[in-house]
C-alpha cells in the first residue's frame, strides 16, 4: 500500500499567469496565429506541475517527486534505518515589495523529517493539524514513533 501526498504547486502569481497566458494562447490560436502554441505550452506547466511524496512502507523507501500530470521526476530513497519521524516548527519570514512600500509577514510552519542515523529527509511542510495527522499516518504505516517538537 503506498501513500501519496501532493506536497505543493506553484503559488498564486504563476497560477494567474498561467490563466492569463492560457487566455493569450487560447485567442491566437482562435484567429489562426501558431505563435499562441508556446503560450498554451506554458501555461500548461505553470497550471498543473506539482510536487508530492511516495512512501513505499512495504520495501521502506520514500520518494518525492516533481510532476506533470501523469510524468514525475524523482528518486527513491531508502528508509530502512529509520530512526523516528519528528515534527518540528520553524517561523517563515517572506518580505513583499512594491515601489515604496514593503511588508514582512512572518507565519508559524510546522515541517515533518524523517530522521535516519546519519542524515534527516524533509517530507513536508504545511499548517500543525495537517502535519500531525500525516504524520500518524505515516508512522503507522512505517511502524516508528513520532517526535513532536513543535511545542
Sequence with gaps: MMLRYKTGKLPLNFIALGVILLAVSIWRIMVLDWSGIPFLVVSIVLLFIESGVVIDPDSRRVRRYIG????TKGEWEDVSSLIN??????RESR???FISISRT?????YKLYIKLPNRSIELMSGKKEDIQSRAEEIASALKASVVNNAG
Design 68 to 71: 506533470l500530470f501523469t510524468v
Design 85 to 90: 519521524l519528528q515534527i518540528i516548527r520553524s
Design 95 to 97: 518580505t513583499m515589495n
Design 105 to 109: 509577514e512572518t507565519n508559524d510552519t
